[in-house]
């Protein structure tokens, strides 16, 4: 006889602990499926340890600072790199340790440990015991892509899932994919000693759909390691490590970095047992505002339907499946605004509609170059770029994309103006303290308001 559930979760990574909430709320008849390891991949592979790690590298690096502000000896200091990743794996674990702390207390009746596939729509296996449920949540992740072509090599292959592992750093590294994590394992590595190449096969880096934006990270971070750009990296073993060819670029490293993207977890799941639509890449069709599955019972949230792999993005899909897993009328929410950052230095962030999804010739472009911004000079971090897009017609903020110091608050900022329907007009209104580095901000929406249809005469001041 297959065990009765409302609801059971299939993942239990951060898109399946938000949903585990919600779904807790409303019942206790309800089981977590997890096969492997527990904790999230923000956790143990992804956001956290990336970040001990990039944090080490830009401390050192600042020591190139140190003389020209009149502090001797910062030259001398050095890096021992087993003790910089035993930091990041210290770290790393108290992370992993947090993220454990709602399923430490799940008995054996709510967490399984095993993989689940689907039998039809409403019965899962686990173990060789069906599950019979009134909805499912499917939140099973990624796993990183490696090409089947590099087998040959894969001894000196890693991804992040390997990385945050090793003991010592190698001497020398291709990072392969320029994305966010390519970007910003290769500038740390490279801060912190390892000859580092980066390789990215299209020509833009990040996903930047803004030029200005990409050439200048390209730029800037090219002078601290090379960066090739529109040919795909090909491997062949080679006497020392890896010999890796771009074009007429070669060079031979200890270890590759994969950084080429993540895959849905979804090929053991048995979807073709489900009576649901795929799309041309094999993901179910599903409805972002609810995350159902069409009509079905069925939900899924998460990296694992490959729109916005992001760990704040999972957390508000694991809600919303979560919550409408546990009521009978399915509820659509909203999406929150894009946004995404990159850990460089500069920072890199896009928040909203970007360039490639907007019509230029109906909106104005605010731009400001971060060479004279105070603050930023005198923080050593004046190289960086910020642009701004609003509509031409009314000064409606519609999305931005930057390279520049304290990115990271200023795509914030940005994101909730956008969210709350702000214009240029609006966010003028609004206090600059000085020297700060919002006034960057403040210096691209004066760059924008100029290019607006609608003028007025006074912007800054707002009347009683």
């Known amino acids: 006889m297959p065990r009765d559930v409302d609801v059971a979760i299939i993942g239990a990574g951060s898109a399946g602990l938000f949903a585990l909430s919600q779904v807790r709320k409303q019942t206790d008849n309800y089981v977590l499926i997890n096969g492997g390891e527990l904790g999230t991949t923000c956790a143990r592979v992804g956001c956290m340890p990336s970040k001990v790690l990039i944090q080490v590298a830009d401390d050192f690096h600042r020591r190139k600072l140190l003389e020209r502000q009149g502090i001797e000896g910062g030259e001398a200091l050095q890096v021992n790199a087993p003790e910089v990743m035993e930091h990041v794996q210290d770290l790393r674990d108290v992370f992993v340790d947090r993220a454990l702390g709602v399923t430490d207390e799940l008995d054996e009746t709510h967490l399984l440990d095993g993989y689940a596939r689907f039998v039809s729509d409403n019965v899962l296996e686990v173990n060789g015991e069906q599950i019979q449920a009134k909805k499912i949540v499917i939140a099973t992740g990624t796993t990183p892509v490696v090409p089947a072509a590099w087998q040959a090599c894969a001894e000196h292959i890693i991804t992040t899932d390997e990385l945050f592992e090793l003991e010592d750093l190698p001497a020398s590294i291709a990072v392969v994919g320029l994305g966010s994590i390519g970007l910003e394992i290769g500038q ?5 000693g390892v000859a580092v190449t980066g390789i990215e096969q299209q020509e833009n880096v990040a996903k930047l759909a803004d030029a200005v934006v990409n050439d200048l990270v390209v730029e800037t971070l090219g002078k601290e390691f090379p960066i090739w750009l529109g040919t795909a990296a090909e491997l062949e073993r080679a006497e020392n ?16 970095l994969a950084s080429l ?8 799941l048995g979807l073709e047992n489900l009576s649901v639509e795929m799309d041309d890449r094999g993901i179910p069709v599903y409805n972002p505002q609810t995350m159902q599955l069409g009509d079905s019972a069925i939900f899924i949230a ?14 508000h899909e694991g809600r919303v499946a979560g919550y409408n ?17 990159t850990f460089c230095d500069p920072g890199i962030a896009v928040v909203g509609a970007q360039l490639d999804e907007l019509n230029e010739a109906d909106i104005a472009v605010g731009e400001i170059q971060f060479g004279p911004v105070g603050r930023a000079l005198i923080m050593g971090k004046n190289r960086g770029v910020l642009r701004l897009y609003a509509n031409r017609a009314d000064g409606k903020l519609l999305g931005a994309a930057m390279a520049c110091v304290k990115a990271e608050n200023l795509a914030h900022l940005l ?10 007009q609006d966010l003028l209104k609004m206090p600059y303290y000085h020297p700060v580095i919002e006034e960057a901000l403040q210096a691209a929406l004066y760059n924008a308001l100029g290019q ?6 006074v912007v800054e001041l707002e009347k009683l």
């Open 452 to 457: 607006l249809d609608i003028k007025e005469e």
């Open 325 to 341: 897993a546990v009521h009978e009328n399915i509820t659509a929410f909203k999406r929150k605004t894009l946004l995404a950052v």
């Open 415 to 424: 994101a909730w103006s956008i969210q709350q329907n702000l214009s240029v």
């Open 188 to 192: 740390a590595l490279s801060r912190l």
């Open 302 to 315: 998460g990296d694992v339907n490959a729109d916005r792999a992001l760990l704040h993005e999972a957390g």
């Open 241 to 256: 490590g890896v010999k890796v060819s771009c074009g007429e670029n070669t060079v031979v490293v200890e270890k590759v």
């Open 261 to 268: 993207g993540r895959k849905p977890n979804l090929d053991k």
